[in-house]
């Protein structure tokens, strides 16, 4: 920076740049020497009409300052007195030359001083004169500073005076050296009231509104479609269940059924199961075998069928050995959602996740919020499995009812989830039959909040390895009434 003001300028054509004499005149924008280069002068004034500063642009486009800036307005801002009806603000000198051009240089136009990355303080030091027009209309480069800069600056002006212009090429000057300046005022006129993100008018969703509900992707438990109307993209579901309840078994009936019934292309991310394992009881959920027992009766040549026709480019598994960091496992489900289409995930578990950070409260937070993020941005369904605290009287494994405060994260888990499930079974029933019956609740329901409190009791045929609905009617704790009315699935 140089305190010492340039002299000896002249006024030109910029002809490069499409920029007419007269409107270097009339913004004082002059050519000039500076230690021996020939450069742009851009002249900058403080509020009572002094020349504080110049910026000085060189023929590589950088830039030094001479004289003082701080107590500069915004380019250009000397021209035109407040309480018009528009001002427009660019990014740069050269595009608030361009700007004015185009609309004759009659109205009024500005620059900030520094950039995108000066912008928000730019026009917070200018905020009282912007504010006297009755539209603001910024008008920075279509690039991703420039578009946030544009956002942050509109946040300071009062609610429907800020407008955010768009444009079909990088910046005002682009357009009009290509001959487009009449798009300059389209975009200007066609500016749109800033509006933050996430803020919706009732008109944009009114068509929406009348569509009828849909029912969404359906469980292979018809029961469970109906109280929850099935599955929405977007969601995710929590399942929390003690050890040996059959979790497993719920999960890899429900991939099975996505892929065969449905036709739905599956990510399989079972972090304490290897994928070899995985594949064995998807294959015996298909064949109704259970290939993961190995004196169960089963050959080889049916494992062998059922994995070939279940190999159909549908299944996707994350070997997870050395490698368990939400950051990971995020990346790789954006991965096999753009690049291989996969719309249904399943992780398992959860708390493996954060079992590696300091504050494991805390990092669950975070990770549900990302990953509540990550299933509405890119469409797609989240299963995922939470360990379980020890609950205060009867453990889980023998039958102690799954309550939402079980659930590690609990607090994360139920703000973030659509919908929590809570798997019980009692391994230790005197009845052989009952020890073998997964009671399904419902602890969660945002979608209607009816299903709230529901429960559905899934019986195991221990030949198939299948669950299937059934109907129990428990009397007093020494010998419930067992009745299974139901047929396997």
Aim: net charge negative; proline share 3%.
């Amino acid at each position: 920076m140089s305190r010492e003001l340039i002299s000896g300028g002249e006024y030109r054509a910029l002809s490069k740049r499409g920029i007419t004499e007269e409107t270097c005149r009339k913004f004082g924008y002059q050519i000039g020497h500076f230690k021996d280069q020939l450069v742009h002068i851009a002249p900058y004034y403080d509020d009572e009409g002094n020349l504080t500063a110049q910026k000085v642009r060189f023929a590589d486009k950088t830039f030094t300052v001479t004289g003082n800036m701080k107590p500069a307005l915004l380019f250009g801002q000397n021209l035109w007195s407040g309480g018009g009806r528009k001002v427009v603000i660019t990014e740069g000198e050269i595009d608030a030359l361009s700007v004015s051009q185009v609309q004759g240089n009659k109205w009024p136009v500005v620059s900030i001083q520094n950039g995108a990355q000066s912008a928000k303080k730019a026009l917070s030091a200018a905020l009282e004169w912007l504010t006297t027009f009755e539209e603001v209309v910024l008008m920075f480069d279509m690039d991703e500073p420039g578009r946030e800069a544009a956002a942050a600056c509109a946040a300071l002006f009062p609610p429907g005076k800020c407008k955010i212009a768009r444009l079909p090429d990088k910046d005002p000057n682009a357009l009009l050296m290509a001959g487009k300046g009449d798009e300059i005022i389209t975009a200007i006129w066609q500016a749109q009231v800033y509006r933050p993100d996430g803020v919706v008018a009732f008109k944009d969703i009114k068509e929406a509104a009348r569509r009828p509900i849909e029912m969404g992707l359906r469980w292979f438990c018809d029961r469970l479609t109906k109280l929850t109307y099935g599955r929405r993209w977007g969601e995710v579901y929590a399942f929390g269940a003690g050890t040996g309840i059959g979790k497993t078994d719920f999960l890899t009936q429900q991939i099975t059924f996505d892929v065969t019934e449905l036709g739905q292309k599956v990510g399989v991310f079972f972090l304490e199961q290897m994928p070899t394992e995985t594949a064995k009881r998807l294959a015996g959920k298909f064949a109704k075998r259970r290939f993961h027992i190995p004196d169960d009766g089963w050959t080889d040549a049916e494992l062998d069928e059922a994995l070939d026709k279940l190999d159909q480019d549908m299944l996707f598994f994350y070997d997870s050995f050395g490698a368990t960091e939400w950051s990971v496992i995020r990346e790789t489900i954006r991965y096999l959602a753009h690049s291989e289409d996969v719309k249904v995930f399943y992780i398992d578990h959860l708390t493996a996740l954060a079992a590696a950070e300091d504050d494991e409260r805390k990092a669950l937070e975070q990770i549900m919020a990302e990953m509540a993020a990550l299933a509405k941005e890119l469409g797609i369904i989240i299963h995922l499995v939470s360990h379980l605290a020890t609950p205060e009287g009867k453990p889980h494994e023998e039958g102690g009812r799954v309550m939402i405060r079980h659930f590690k994260g609990s607090r994360a888990i139920g703000f973030w989830c659509h919908y929590m499930f809570g798997l019980e079974r009692d391994q230790q029933h005197e009845d052989e039959r009952l020890r073998a019956v997964t009671t399904f609740r419902v602890l969660k329901d945002r979608y209607t909040g009816q299903a709230t409190g529901e429960v559905i009791y899934l019986g195991y045929e221990r030949e198939t390895g299948m669950l299937y609905e059934t109907s129990i009617e428990f009397g007093d704790e020494a010998g419930s009434d067992f009745k299974d009315e139901s047929a396997p699935f």
